[in-house]
């Protein structure tokens, strides 16, 4: 320490600069979390109890097992068990909070190494100096479903004078009172740009998107933090893996194999970097109700496939895909294969290490996180494939005006200032998802499905779209001498919140003969009396003509 006047304990610029460049070129990040606990069944706590409400513990599976629900045809009966139906408790007059005081803490996580926090160390670097940010409370009962819903403030508006029933989760998801307190708070207490400064507001910064890396990595169960690269949503993601790791390794006659159940985002971008490379673009095929063919797909893949680039779930028809099949298909050929999870993230459980794609992609607010951030999930030897996408700050090591270096992943793919508070906003979100059970979820929402689809598909001149062996929230239909658009803004009317059009996917609506289709889709926080309003407003709306 020098010994000019400075007060005692500050670095002098020399330390700071060492330090810096020592901590930098280390590239730590934080130790792992403690995996949350699931929270266990309990009984009915503190939600109003409907007594003709169907007893959902019924549903919760053990860790580890994921359900698998078969498709339901028209006019076929809910294979999950149904009650009757009743009321359920009044709607609150006004959005409801979390009471306060119910916050277990979310600081930073150490691994037990001072050099974990970024630029500092010493006192000033404690946890305790360090504001605990607002977590979700720790004391749900097991689907207790209002209780849940009372996380959620936005679900307490109302829309022309009806309770807002939030059916548009495809699009996107509502977000719990923790995760928009978990905003609030970074903006209020450690808003920062992160990385390469010595002030304590820029190590919270640090810490917080770094200990989002390291919830991301945790969710999907990713080998290391360095394997998650931060983007702003799936589509981003596609696109960097199209330009950077196609614009590579893609040439004259190489194959791209996507199946014909893609979103846009999962098809405009290989379409560009097919012109600029001279690959070609092959399309499995699926079946009227929305099965991919499996044996189909395998026949287009050869000596000359590079790419497989699947959904795991189809927005539009809600067709649950084989990506194990794919990926082991794909590998066997030797081609790298992307995994598209938007619509899988919120309702099926993850695990990219079991699930072997080279790259694996999802947006924050498919899974009640903020907008504007999502994730692309990269092995290693994918990303060593994958040369810089953009240039700029925080992606480099040096620069002079002849050449650059760049920094190893995830940093050499997020140039510039990244989106700090929507992913500390995102971890947060999964964190909330992790304490209501992923597993718990799947298997209500499969209900939920069940349920829903034959009371749907009984209703005349009603036809549903994708009907395939195994869905996962989405439920699209026609009704007859209706236009989607018009089917749509009468459920708006009633407070119901869909969507209508050919929710870019106009592929597979087209090779069902449709460009349009009406298209609610759940979540873990919708009823199955919300379910019964729709049911019978679509009924008022066919008999209407």
Avoid at 20 to 44: E, F, H, I, K, N
Avoid at 81 to 110: E, Y
Avoid at 286 to 299: M, S
């Amino acid at each position: 320490m020098s010994t000019s006047n400075e007060p005692a304990g500050v670095p002098t610029a020399e330390e700071i600069a060492a330090l810096a460049g020592q901590m930098y070129s280390s590239g730590v990040r934080p130790g792992p979390d403690t995996p949350p606990q699931l929270v266990p069944v309990a009984p009915r706590g503190s939600a109003p109890a409907d007594p003709l409400l169907p007893d959902l513990t019924a549903f919760a599976v053990p860790s580890g097992l994921v359900p698998t629900v078969p498709g339901v045809l028209a006019g076929a009966r809910p294979t999950a068990p149904v009650a009757p139906r009743g009321s359920a408790p009044a709607w609150p007059d006004s959005a409801p909070s979390v009471p306060s005081g119910i916050w277990s803490p979310a600081q930073p996580q150490t691994s037990g190494n001072e050099a974990d926090y970024y630029f500092l160390s010493g006192p000033s670097a404690r946890p305790g100096v360090l504001a605990p940010a607002p977590d979700v409370p720790d004391s749900h009962e097991v689907f207790d479903v209002h209780a849940l819903r009372a996380d959620f403030p936005i679900l307490g508006e109302t829309v022309n004078g009806r309770p807002l029933i939030w059916f548009d989760n495809a699009a996107t998801t509502q977000k719990p009172q923790a995760v928009i307190d978990r905003l609030a708070h970074f903006y209020a207490h450690e808003n920062s740009n992160i990385h390469r400064a010595a002030h304590e507001l820029a190590a919270r910064a640090t810490d917080a998107y770094e200990d989002a890396r390291e919830t991301v990595r945790r969710f999907i169960n990713a080998p290391r933090a360095e394997d998650i690269v931060f983007v702003r949503g799936t589509t981003e993601a596609i696109n960097l893996v199209a330009y950077a790791w196609g614009g590579k390794n893609l040439g004259p006659g190489d194959e791209i194999v996507l199946t014909h159940l893609e979103h846009h985002a999962n098809i405009v971008p290989w379409q560009f970097v097919a012109r600029q490379t001279g690959a070609v673009i092959k399309v499995a095929p699926v079946d009227d109700a929305g099965n991919l063919l499996l044996a189909d797909f395998e026949r287009l893949l050869g000596p000359r496939t590079k790419l497989v680039a699947a959904t795991h779930v189809s927005n539009a028809l809600g067709t649950v895909t084989p990506v194990h099949e794919i990926v082991e298909l794909g590998h066997r050929y030797g081609a790298r294969v992307l995994i598209d999870g938007a619509q899988s993230i919120p309702h099926i459980p993850i695990d990219v290490a079991s699930l072997g794609a080279d790259f694996f992609v999802f947006s924050g607010h498919k899974i009640f996180g903020p907008t504007g951030i999502g994730a692309l999930y990269a092995t290693e030897d994918a990303l060593a494939e994958t040369p810089p996408w953009q240039g700029g700050g925080n992606m480099i090591t040096d620069v002079t005006f002849e050449r650059s270096l760049f920094a190893p992943p995830p940093g050499r793919f997020e140039a510039g200032t990244g989106n700090i508070a929507d992913a500390v906003g995102l971890a947060e979100a999964l964190r909330y998802v992790e304490k209501v059970g992923i597993e718990r979820i799947n298997a209500y929402e499969h209900a939920l499905l069940d349920y829903a689809t034959p009371l749907l598909a009984d209703i005349p001149g009603v036809r549903l779209v994708g009907t395939a062996d195994e869905k996962a929230s989405v439920l699209s239909f026609v009704l007859a001498g209706h236009e989607p658009l018009e089917v749509g803004k009468a459920l708006n009317a009633e407070g119901i919140a869909v969507r209508a059009g050919h929710h870019c996917a106009q592929p597979i609506l087209r090779r069902l003969g449709l460009e349009a289709t009406v298209r609610p889709s759940f979540a873990f926080y919708n009823t199955f009396d919300e379910i019964d309003v729709f049911i019978a407003a679509v009924r008022r709306i066919a008999a209407d003509g």
